[in-house]
């Protein structure tokens, strides 16, 4: 797999992020949660339905370490890559998986200043994502 370098890296505010998350541990139990949130979502858990959502989470933290510049690479799939298997994604899903993000980082006591820092970065992917009509 190509090492992905399109991925916006020692960004200050991306950095300040993962120091004040305190690390890689405390990401990945953020991780972890989340995509359990988001596998029991009424609205979007089927993405999940059968995935392993231990390694999703464990190739969605090697992409954020990379942006937040823990990591000196990633290996692995763009965003627009790594989501074209799954059924469309629409708008209103990009947005409950939002909401569903944010109450898992208000839940791990992660400052709304650190939040808005970590949806504003997931947000530069949404055009890349989500399937337009």
């Known amino acids: 797999m190509p ?8 960004r200050a505010d991306l950095a300040r992020l993962y120091k004040n998350l305190g690390g890689e541990e405390r990401l990945t139990q953020i991780l972890e949660a989340f995509y ?3 596998a029991g979502d ?16 464990l190739k969605q933290k090697q992409f954020l370490m990379r ?5 000196p690479s990633y290996l692995g ?4 890559q790594a989501h074209t298997e799954l059924a469309p994604i629409l708008p209103g899903h990009f947005d409950r998986r ?14 709304e200043a650190d939040i808005e820092t970590w949806i504003g970065f997931e947000a530069t992917f949404r055009s890349t994502i ?4």
């Open 3 to 10: 090492i992905v370098n399109e991925i916006p890296i020692n």
């Open 77 to 80: 799939k763009p965003p627009a």
């Open 36 to 38: 359990q949130r988001m």
């Open 67 to 71: 942006a937040m510049g823990a990591a």
């Open 130 to 133: 989500e399937k337009r009509d």
């Open 42 to 57: 009424v609205l979007i858990g089927f993405f999940f339905a059968g995935k392993d959502l231990t390694l999703i989470a």
């Open 98 to 111: 939002t909401q569903i993000l944010k109450e898992t980082l208000r839940s791990h006591q992660v400052s």
